[in-house]
């Protein structure tokens, strides 16, 4: 039985903190000045992220509305998946049902849809014939696919509070830039100008 239920200790629990005790020695004050850090930095990639799931759904959207039509994600004829198009049957819910406008649809789709998206099945379907021109430049589709899963997995640790700290998160950081500016140099540049990231990684605890 817990004698003090209403501790920060046993809020947190110990289980939660098991992650920043097993580098801090087990000392809780310094676990939890890493756990302060750690929600810290993961609110400051969250902001990035931001802009670049907005800015990777409205390129691809676009591409693919004006090289396959309007309705490229509701139409019977639609070229996606099966599996494709259940996500877009409950974000079209989501947004209001069948007279829900496109734009309400795109923003109720998912991070992981966008990702999906890059992978081989798509190859012929959208990405040579459309998706391909939602980038500034010549873009490698499986490499992209790849480093989108990575800033994928990023943004659901974060979503989940869990952590991020034993993450190279330096490395993560340059990824999410440079997804960016193959998407266009001003959505690069303004993420560069306004993130945290470089600042709280330079102020990151010692264990």
């Given at each position: 039985?817990?004698?003090?239920?209403?501790?920060?200790?046993?809020?947190?629990?110990?289980?939660?903190?098991?992650p920043?005790l097993?580098?801090?020695?087990?000392?809780?004050p310094?676990a939890?000045?890493?756990?302060d850090?750690?929600?810290?930095?993961?609110?400051a990639?969250?902001?990035?992220?931001?802009?670049l799931?907005?800015?990777?759904?409205?390129?691809?959207?676009?591409?693919?509305?004006?090289?396959?039509?309007?309705?490229?994600?509701?139409?019977?004829?639609?070229?996606?998946?099966k599996?494709?198009?259940a996500?877009?049957?409950?974000?079209?819910?989501?947004?209001?049902?069948?007279?829900?406008s496109?734009?309400?649809?795109?923003?109720?789709l998912?991070?992981?849809?966008?990702?999906?998206?890059?992978?081989?099945?798509?190859?012929?379907?959208?990405?040579?014939?459309a998706l391909?021109?939602?980038f500034?430049g010549?873009?490698r589709?499986?490499?992209?696919?790849?480093?989108?899963n990575?800033?994928?997995r990023?943004?659901?640790?974060?979503?989940?509070?869990?952590?991020?700290h034993g993450?190279?998160l330096?490395?993560?950081?340059?990824?999410?830039?440079?997804i960016?500016?193959?998407?266009?140099?001003?959505?690069?540049?303004?993420i560069?100008e306004?993130?945290?990231?470089?600042?709280?990684?330079?102020s990151?605890?010692?264990?």
């Amino acid at each position: 039985m817990i004698r003090d239920p209403w501790t920060i200790h046993a809020l947190l629990s110990p289980a939660r903190m098991h992650p920043y005790l097993a580098v801090s020695a087990g000392d809780w004050p310094k676990a939890l000045i890493l756990y302060d850090w750690n929600t810290s930095i993961s609110s400051a990639f969250f902001e990035s992220l931001h802009y670049l799931e907005v800015g990777l759904r409205n390129a691809l959207d676009r591409a693919a509305t004006e090289r396959v039509g309007d309705d490229w994600l509701t139409s019977d004829r639609s070229r996606l998946t099966k599996r494709s198009r259940a996500v877009v049957a409950i974000a079209r819910s989501r947004a209001g049902g069948t007279t829900a406008s496109h734009g309400k649809v795109v923003a109720e789709l998912p991070f992981g849809f966008w990702w999906s998206l890059l992978a081989d099945e798509y190859n012929r379907r959208l990405w040579q014939p459309a998706l391909r021109h939602a980038f500034d430049g010549p873009v490698r589709r499986r490499r992209l696919h790849a480093e989108l899963n990575e800033m994928r997995r990023l943004r659901n640790r974060i979503a989940h509070h869990e952590p991020i700290h034993g993450r190279d998160l330096a490395q993560d950081h340059a990824r999410l830039l440079d997804i960016a500016l193959r998407m266009g140099r001003p959505l690069g540049d303004h993420i560069a100008e306004t993130s945290r990231v470089p600042r709280l990684l330079a102020s990151k605890p010692v264990a």
